[in-house]
């Protein structure tokens, strides 16, 4: 990617000013292909792909250079040869601007960078983050050094016996928690499992006869499961049998979610191509996220197509098998395995007989029967080149359809019509909106064209130039609207208009007609307002929009635009 950009860098020095490095693939595909033959097979994907980093890079660019060559431009002005900790760090991290794009820019104009400030500036940043982050972790410091190890028995089952081996309350290891009090517990096995792998960790409660303390969330440690909650009822001690029992129905729901993670990541690959590698998930009980490699976002087509992929697998009830073998045969097997994922010597194989094959350590269902509905909610982009998926499965699919099927048959009450009449009456509605909305624009042109012509007869001239300087609380099409009947009905004139907006500022539009542009201008008299009143703004010689912060000054603006224009009338005059 650095390379990338350094010749999109290169190539607005020789004047191109859009994508251009994609056009120029093919040839390197053909230069390369005896080596690499999978390119030929890909080109399509890869100049694709070089087009959508070389389109987002052009977008930073734009956005970031205007405000570097300002920064640069002002050192020069200014006799500096560096640019500040503080604009570096604002350039990076508010504009996107990557450091070494920008010094290679600097170079060339002889200016260096306050790389020790920006590194402060960064490491502040990290540290602010890291603060955020311990406020929601668990404090684990107690638990170094000790060696344990908590034996994982869920894959098969919800509820286990086991020993409390360790408790902790706030940051403290203690012998018991009592009824009310939050805190961890540690066993020498449990059935719940711990959030990794993109799965988050059980919930349930944890109960020594009347004694109850309820899991709210399952965390690893190491190898050791942490189980986060609190004392509902009683008390629970150390070293005591306690029996551990995970909340069924919230994992089955976990599972359905995981099992279609799969089942999506091979249906995307059908679908978008092999290029499609799985960047990250978060699965929940309520639905699940899915990130991966693609440089577009997906047509409503392929949505659908991967909806298909994926429901069709569902039906055929395929099983799922889970083994264990060696990393080096599985990956021969033809298992997928996630790049930013650790692995063991021994890995855990979730086959989706007949469909997919992935190395898993997370829940699954026992056949694909059991996700019931898959459906797709959302497809967005989080990074160059990195789509997310957001999906729900079985019972939330239903809830969903029943939630929409409600809202079109409120809908359908409103219009009065059967709810497979909808389209076409919206379709009406529409149609008759905007005939009305036409009838109304039409009204307003009357109404504003005859409070114009009686404006116009009751206006002073000035050396045979008609000005009108008025306010008004009208839209911005309206005005826009008077600002051209006005040129349009008088010889030689001026008009300006003020307008209060909602959010407590001004706008200011301003006409001059053409036949006298040499002796006032229209961006001059707008310029000169918006300044009165705070703000800026310009435009063309015959038509100027600008903006002010201070309406509370409109009487005196309108003074002092009449002032302004007649001495600019008269100036040109002598």
């Avoid at 009683?234 to 069924?248: L, P, R, S, Y």
């Avoid at 114009?452 to 009208?474: A, R, S, V």
Wanted: neutral net charge; charged residues 30%; proline residues 1%.
């Amino acid at each position: 990617r650095k390379i990338l950009r350094r010749a999109i860098r290169y190539g607005k020095y020789l004047g191109f000013d859009e994508p251009f490095l994609h056009k120029i693939s093919p040839v390197v595909v053909d230069k390369y292909s005896h080596v690499f033959p999978e390119l030929k097979d890909k080109s399509e994907m890869v100049k694709s792909l070089i087009f959508s980093e070389e389109e987002a890079f052009y977008k930073t660019i734009h956005r970031g250079l205007d405000k570097l060559n300002e920064i640069i431009d002002k050192c020069i002005k200014d006799n500096k040869n560096i640019i500040s900790g503080n604009d570096l760090f604002m350039l990076y991290d508010s504009l996107g601007l990557p450091i070494d794009f920008i010094q290679s820019i600097t170079e060339d104009e002889k200016i260096k960078l306050e790389l020790e400030g920006f590194n402060k500036l960064m490491e502040e940043q990290k540290e602010r983050a890291r603060l955020h982050w311990k406020t929601d972790a668990i404090n684990i410091d107690v638990l170094k050094g000790k060696g344990l190890k908590t034996e994982y028995t869920g894959e098969n089952i919800f509820e286990d016996t086991a020993k409390i081996i360790i408790l902790i309350k706030d940051t403290n290891q203690t012998d018991i928690l009592k009824s009310g009090e939050k805190g961890i517990i540690i066993s020498e096995k449990t059935p719940f499992y711990g959030e990794k792998g993109g799965q988050v960790g059980d919930r349930g409660i944890i109960k020594i006869e009347d004694n109850i303390f309820e899991v709210t969330d399952t965390k690893i440690f190491e190898d050791v499961h942490l189980h986060i909650g609190s004392v509902k009822n009683g008390e629970i001690k150390q070293g005591k049998i306690a029996t551990f029992i995970v909340d069924k129905f919230r994992r089955l729901s976990i599972a359905r979610n995981h099992t279609a993670t799969h089942l999506l990541h091979k249906a995307l690959k059908k679908v978008l191509g092999e290029h499609v590698i799985q960047a990250g998930s978060l699965v929940g009980p309520d639905g699940f996220r899915f990130d991966f490699t693609h440089f577009k976002a997906m047509s409503k087509e392929e949505i659908i197509a991967v909806e298909n992929e994926v429901n069709n697998a569902i039906l055929s009830n395929f099983n799922v098998k889970i083994s264990y073998m060696k990393k080096e045969e599985a990956l021969k097997t033809g298992a997928v395995a996630i790049f930013e994922e650790k692995y063991g010597d021994v890995v855990r194989i979730v086959e989706v007989e007949g469909f997919s094959k992935e190395l898993c350590g997370g829940s699954h269902v026992k056949n694909t029967g059991q996700i019931g509905l898959f459906k797709i909610i959302s497809e967005t982009s989080i990074s160059a080149g990195t789509r997310r998926i957001e999906a729900i499965t079985g019972q939330k699919v239903l809830e969903s359809y029943r939630e929409n099927e409600n809202i079109v048959n409120e809908i359908a009450a409103i219009l009065n019509v059967n709810s497979e009449k909808i389209l076409e009456k919206t379709l009406n509605l529409n149609d008759s909106l905007k005939e009305k909305e036409k009838e109304i624009e039409n009204l307003k042109s009357q109404i504003l064209s005859k409070e114009l012509d009686t404006l116009i007869q009751k206006l002073d001239n000035y050396n045979e130039i008609k000005f009108l300087i008025k306010e008004y609380n009208m839209q911005q099409n309206d005005l826009l609207m008077m600002v051209d009947m006005f040129k349009s009905r008088v010889e030689k004139g001026i008009i300006l208009l003020l307008a209060k907006t909602k959010d407590e500022k001004v706008s200011i539009y301003c006409g001059v007609t053409k036949n006298i542009t040499n002796i006032i201008k229209a961006k001059d008299i707008a310029g000169n307002i918006a300044k009165f009143l705070g703000g800026g703004g310009g435009g063309r010689d015959d038509f100027a929009q600008a903006g002010g912060r201070n309406p509370e000054k409109i009487d005196e603006a309108i003074s002092y635009a009449k002032e302004f224009i007649l001495n600019s009338i008269s100036a040109k005059a002598v």
